[in-house]
């Protein structure tokens, strides 16, 4: 650790030598996680002027624990396929911080998932839930499991496999999953159910995001989409913009997506295209969600079958080329660094108003820069994608409450808390002398919530 003075306010320049030995030491304990490396560098670049005006937070050594998950799980989840064949895939979860509330993140089902990408999510989980203004900690967890050409019956199997053992760890006031990618409302469903069997007890507020016929809340499918639009319309706002009469466009089918285009069209925008991770759609008078929401929510199936019910649209093979298509506003809501600097050019050539990312780390920090330069409003994940584990929170109050809300109370709740997010970030990047970077804003508002509660805590 650099040598750091036990005054109020450091130098930038030790400051930033101290970020960049702890970030060093957290490239050497977690060796080839390149996007954990990613999310933390993201972060902590964007500490230095709180660090530098606060030296307590150096002082409890909060950057070298909040790194540190408080425990990490990884275990063997077997299961038989529908020919008979045994099958083994690796679960994990990761309990990262607890300290304003109890674990609270999603779980994915991805062929790409490791260690690394659990902590990228679980390390950025943290932050995001603190911003919500819930009493939530941060974690995430997921499986290497491939759900794609599963049929129904191999899904519940994997699923009840994968809950025997995570149901050891978790619980209401423990750790709270949910869904992610590779995870909806079928197998939230097939989770809660073997969790219940294992308890022997109805622990609703045990995951969130299930059926609203037992125990989900209205609104929390719609959430993390609708949440991001409405983040994205308090930037445009702002500048005298509007959704109204804008070109969008919206990576990935999937739950974001396809609530993020529903949103975006009631505010009066026309989408025009969206992706899967094998192509992408574009259909220049707009795309018909409903086609959208039967191919993916009902039937499964891949987006390329869109364009044989509308013959007029047009179907792509490879899913970058969707940002090369001219828009006033990019919503990303597939996965991660499906933006590079390449894909960001391109936007800006187009002249692209505003980004919403929808998605977690879909930018890579090379296409961000090209945003910022170029003075292009940017709504970073961690701010404009919380509005699904803020109404995550909301089924968890329900639940513990034994009450349900209408979907207009929980609608009206969401675009509070959309609102106070931006209103806490632009107050944070405004603050920290740099108006209008709600990177900034989102990492500095999120992190003094968690590192006060952590200094309060001591050192545990
Ligand atoms: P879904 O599984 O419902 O949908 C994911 C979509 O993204 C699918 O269209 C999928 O295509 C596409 N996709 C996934 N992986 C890739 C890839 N490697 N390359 C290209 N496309 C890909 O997931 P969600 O909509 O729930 O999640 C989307 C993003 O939003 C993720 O980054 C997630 O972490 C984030 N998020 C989700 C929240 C939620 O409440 N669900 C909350 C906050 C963030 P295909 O079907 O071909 O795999
Ligand atoms: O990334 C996320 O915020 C989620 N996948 C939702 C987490 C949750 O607990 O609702």
């Known amino acids: 650790m650099a040598i750091l003075v036990k005054t109020e306010q450091a130098e930038v320049t030790i400051v930033k030598e101290y970020v960049n030995d702890v970030f060093e030491q957290v490239k050497k304990r977690n060796p080839n996680e390149v996007e954990f490396h990613q999310a933390v560098k993201e972060v902590f670049d964007s500490l230095i002027p709180v660090l530098t005006k606060n030296t307590k937070y150096i002082h409890h050594g909060i950057l070298e624990r909040i790194v540190e998950p408080e425990r990490m799980i990884s275990f063997r989840v077997p299961w038989v396929d529908d020919q008979g064949n045994v099958k083994v895939n690796r679960g994990f979860r990761v309990q990262y911080n607890s300290a304003i509330g109890p674990y609270k993140g999603g779980l994915r089902f991805h062929p790409s998932v490791n260690a690394s990408i659990i902590k990228f999510l679980g390390f950025e989980q943290i932050f995001k839930n603190a911003l919500t203004g819930q009493p939530i900690g941060g974690g995430k967890g997921g499986a290497d499991f491939d759900p794609k050409g599963k049929s129904d019956g191999e899904i519940m199997r994997f699923t009840q496999s994968f809950m025997t053992e995570l149901s050891k760890y978790i619980g209401p006031d423990t750790d709270i999953p949910a869904g992610d990618i590779g995870v909806g409302a079928r197998e939230i469903g097939y ?152 894909a960001a050019k391109q936007l800006v050539a187009n002249n692209v108003k505003a980004i919403g990312e929808g998605a977690n780390m879909p930018s890579t920090l090379e296409a961000i820069s090209v945003f910022l330069e170029n003075d292009v409003l940017f709504g970073p994940a961690k701010a404009a994608n919380a509005g699904g584990v803020s109404v995550s929170a909301l089924e968890m109050a329900q639940n513990s409450g034994r009450i349900s809300w209408s979907f207009e109370d929980v609608d009206n709740k969401l675009q509070e808390i959309m609102k106070d997010i931006y209103e806490s970030s632009k107050r944070s990047a405004a603050e920290y002398d740099v108006p209008g970077n709600f990177i900034v804003g989102a990492n500095i508002s999120g992190f003094t919530k968690v590192a006060d509660a952590m200094i309060s805590q001591g050192v545990i």
């Open 191 to 342: 989770l809660f159910g073997q969790y219940k069997k294992i308890r022997g007890g109805y622990e609703a507020g045990v995951l969130t995001g299930k059926g609203v016929g037992y125990g989900g809340s209205l609104g929390r499918k719609e959430a993390t989409g609708y949440g991001t639009v409405y983040f994205v319309d308090e930037m445009l706002k702002d500048k005298g913009l509007s959704f109204s009469g804008s070109t969008v466009i919206v990576s990935g089918s999937g739950n974001v997506s396809i609530y993020a285009i529903e949103k975006a069209v009631q505010l009066g925008a026309k989408v025009v295209a969206c992706s899967d991770s094998s192509g992408y759609i574009y259909d220049k008078n707009g795309i018909n969600l409903d086609t959208v929401k039967q191919l993916k929510e009902v039937e499964y199936k891949r987006i390329s079958e869109y364009v044989n019910h509308h013959p007029e649209a047009e179907y792509h093979e490879g899913c970058a080329g969707i940002w090369s298509i001219p828009c006033d506003i990019a919503l990303p809501c597939a996965t991660q660094n499906e933006i590079d600097e390449a």
